[in-house]
């Protein structure tokens, strides 16, 4: 079993920044890759970015070149550097981890609301 915990949602303008965390306990020898979805009211959970345990990253078109995705292994935390957030980022973000036998997990999200 994985446990996810996010933190670091909140207010923000738009064109600011917010930085998300993710926190990663129990098997954590068993997660390859994670990943940050978010799900806006009335919309489809979609897919933001991905990083493997190499470190290897993936980006939603949309957030390319605003978002940078990080991961830190030896302290079991995952990290999403949110910059020049607009209204069309405000969603709820979760956190999910992906095992080596494809077993997938989820944080309980984080809201993050921009204020235009």
């Known amino acids: 079993q994985v446990q996810l915990v996010e933190s670091g949602g909140g207010l923000v303008q738009a064109g600011g920044s917010l930085r998300l965390s993710c926190a990663a306990s129990g098997s954590i020898a068993s997660i390859n890759t994670m990943y940050w979805y978010r799900q806006a009211p009335g919309k489809q959970r979609e897919l933001v970015a991905g990083?493997?345990?190499?470190?290897?990253?993936n980006y939603a078109e949309s957030v390319e070149g605003r978002f940078a995705i990080s991961r830190d292994n030896a302290k079991n935390t995952m990290s999403l550097q949110m910059n020049s957030l607009n209204p069309e980022d405000t969603a709820v973000y979760y956190c999910?981890?992906?095992?080596?036998?494809?077993?997938?997990?989820w944080g309980q999200g984080t809201q993050v609301t921009v204020s235009s």
């Open positions: 990083i493997t345990r190499g470190g290897i990253t």
């Open positions: 999910n981890a992906v095992t080596w036998l494809r077993q997938n997990y």
